[in-house]
């Protein structure tokens, strides 16, 4: 019997373990599709996917983020740092089936690129929440590099702020669950 929706937020994990079995497009396309449903307050849906499957997809992206953090240092980086960096994120972006670059419309004003943030970050949970019913893991990640304006230029995002890159793979082990603090903790009457 399939979950219901309380259990899937309570039993949805981040996950960090890639699994490298492949995971059908349609089945991405599906998530991606329902996920849109999430709310927005903007004339239209205020986010954008770009799917990266293939080989080339991911390593481009890991090239970005070597350019990126060669900026950053503001002098080039040692063949050894490059080759760490490389594989450091070949693990997390080329390894596993699908990530994804999840950015929103940035257009400089702070109500609405708020609003589109937010939007944004509700379909990224979307994504997480239909994938997990589906056996697939998400990490939703923000690294420094997603504030890097020449790396999303580099990958033809430009006007656009990524808000996570999530790598996406079957889900192999449950982690524990993070703690969360009692509700007394963080609830409280305005007028206590
Ligand atoms: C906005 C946001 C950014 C995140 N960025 C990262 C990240 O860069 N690297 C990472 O390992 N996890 C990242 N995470 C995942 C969190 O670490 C994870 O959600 C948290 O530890 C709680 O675990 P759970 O998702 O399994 O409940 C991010 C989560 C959110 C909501």
């Not at 090239?63 to 040692?78: D, K, N, Y």
């Not at 257009?107 to 589109?116: L, Q, T």
């Not at 056996?135 to 939703?140: E, K, N, P, S, Y």
């Not at 420094?144 to 304006?149: H, L, R, S």
Request: with cysteine; aromatic share 6%; hydrophobic share 40%.
């Amino acid at each position: 019997m399939s979950k219901n929706i309380s259990e899937i937020i309570v039993e949805r994990r981040s996950i960090k373990q890639v699994d490298e079995t492949p995971i059908a497009r349609e089945v991405i396309n599906e998530i991606l599709e329902k996920a849109a449903y999430a709310p927005f307050h903007s004339k239209i849906e205020p986010w954008h996917v770009a799917v990266l499957s293939t080989e080339a997809e991911k390593r481009r992206l890991v090239e970005a983020i070597v350019a990126s953090m060669e900026r950053m240092q503001g002098e080039p980086l040692t063949r050894e740092r490059r080759d760490q960096i490389r594989s450091g994120n070949e693990r997390k972006i080329v390894a596993p089936p699908y990530t994804l670059i999840v950015t929103t419309d940035i257009i400089g004003s702070g109500k609405k690129d708020f609003e589109a943030i937010a939007a944004t970050s509700a379909f990224i949970q979307n994504i997480q929440l239909l994938a997990w019913e589906v056996g697939i893991g998400v990490l939703w990640r923000t690294n420094n590099f997603i504030f890097d304006p020449d790396l999303v230029t580099d990958l033809g995002l430009d006007g656009q702020q990524i808000v996570g890159c999530l790598q996406m793979t079957k889900v192999s082990e449950v982690p524990d669950a993070k703690s969360r603090r009692s509700l007394s903790e963080w609830v409280k009457n305005l007028d206590e």
